[in-house]
């Protein structure tokens, strides 16, 4: 009888202890570019902390930041290949791959007409196509898109930028997003093409004048130590995209999905309001460091980039695609 109860002792125990010594646990690698101090870095360690949360322990996300993983460029590829899980990016970034021109239109000069009415478009059926449609091209996925970037401004180490022809011979720090290039082309500036953890060392060599960006890369980045002129043009409002190889997105079940997809809103919550916090923090930060800020004229700037969109109706993206857009409230 004693033996028979230890046995059966022994069975109840094992049954008790086998299901979490059996958890499977998923760990997945998420690169990330930007430096663990700037506020865009903010939305990653909540996210990672909330798919840990409401999986139960059964997916970590390791968090890579400060291009540990490589740059912008190098995690697109990454994603792709499956030797990146997953990246926080730029929506353009998706440009560069077989399915993602169309995203571009998200850097139209003034598509946008607020942080929130941004991130309300991205995330409208519209947008969701043609997340769909990179998905299905390249075996990469924008799964969700949450956290309003500090709008794009102008920063320069030479002069004073107020008015579009202010920018002429400049040499711009730009990302790869073609519509960007075409626009600093278009006001007679030279946009140059340009790592993030580049950028520092190229505006204090000269190499660059400056760069084109939010306020929070620019106090993330430390840019206001070399670069004393600043411009809020607010020509673009970025948010953050999330972005999965679609194979490993397609391995997970719906619930899984989901949770991402919550664990998103949650990253991008938190950076919006580490953004908002530097940006009411940012006139002393620049005061400190001997930052002009100069107020533009942003009706000259809107018309100087008015005609822009049209070089990639038809071409890019689908004809009426600007105009499907603006349809949507903000």
Known sequence: MLFRNAVFGALVLAAAVSPAAAQHVRELRLGSPWPSTSTIHAALPVFAAAVDRESKGTIKVRIYPDSQLGDIQSLINGVQLGTVDMTYLAIGNAGVLKGGAPLNVAYVPYLFKSKAGAEKVVNSPVFQE????????????????????????????????????????????????????????????????????????????????GHENGIDAAVGYKWYEVAKYFTPTDHIFETGAFYINEKLWQSLSKEEQQIFVNAAKEGGMAMTTAGDKVEADAKKIFADNKVEITQPDKPAFEKALADVYKRFEGKVWPEGLVERIRAIPQ
């Open 130 to 209: 043609l997340y769909d449609n990179l998905a299905k091209e390249s075996g990469v996925r924008i799964f969700a898109v949450y956290g309003a970037r500090s709008p794009r401004a102008i920063q320069n180490r030479v002069r004073a930028v107020s008015k579009p022809e202010d920018l002429k011979g400049l040499k711009i720090r730009i990302p790869p997003i073609e519509g960007i290039r075409v626009a600093f082309d278009t006001m007679g500036a030279k946009p140059v093409v340009l790592g993030l953890g580049d950028t520092y060392n190229a505006i204090e060599r000269g190499q660059v004048d």
